[in-house]
Nanobody, 126 residues
């Protein structure tokens, strides 16, 4: 079965850290760019970060630069999102997704992604 499964979400105080994982099964992540997105109820899903397939070039939404780090371990078929110095506005359901594959870049546009995980909740609150 082809799927992406996120984990690592939870409840954390402002300034805290979480590491999200996205594990792929049924296919190899090697040839796909991966994006992390988040969504708050009543608002559109937004791109947070992405990483390219071959050269692992990374991109970030401006508001998370310097706080979030995306990485990938193709041997483990897993992508990570390390989130530090979390703020209340980071609270959301976080999703990972793969693009159509075999490209050289990545984007933070939802339309460029075809496979999605089920999401993991992140709550930042004191």
């Amino acid at each position: 079965q082809v799927q992406l499964v996120e984990s690592g979400g939870g409840y954390v105080q402002p300034g805290g850290s979480l590491r999200l994982s996205c594990v792929a099964s049924g296919f190899a992540l090697d040839d796909y760019a991966i994006g992390w997105f988040r969504q708050v109820p009543g608002r559109e899903r937004e791109g947070v970060s992405c990483i390219t397939s071959t050269y692992k070039i990374t991109f970030y939404k401006e508001s998370v630069k310097g706080r979030f780090t995306i990485s990938r371990d193709n041997a483990k078929n897993t992508v990570y999102l390390q989130m530090d110095d979390l703020k209340s506005e980071d609270s959301a359901v976080y999703y990972c997704a793969t693009d159509r594959g075999y490209g050289s870049g990545c984007s933070l546009l939802l339309a460029d992604y075809t496979k999605w995980g089920q999401g993991t909740q992140v709550t930042v609150s004191s």
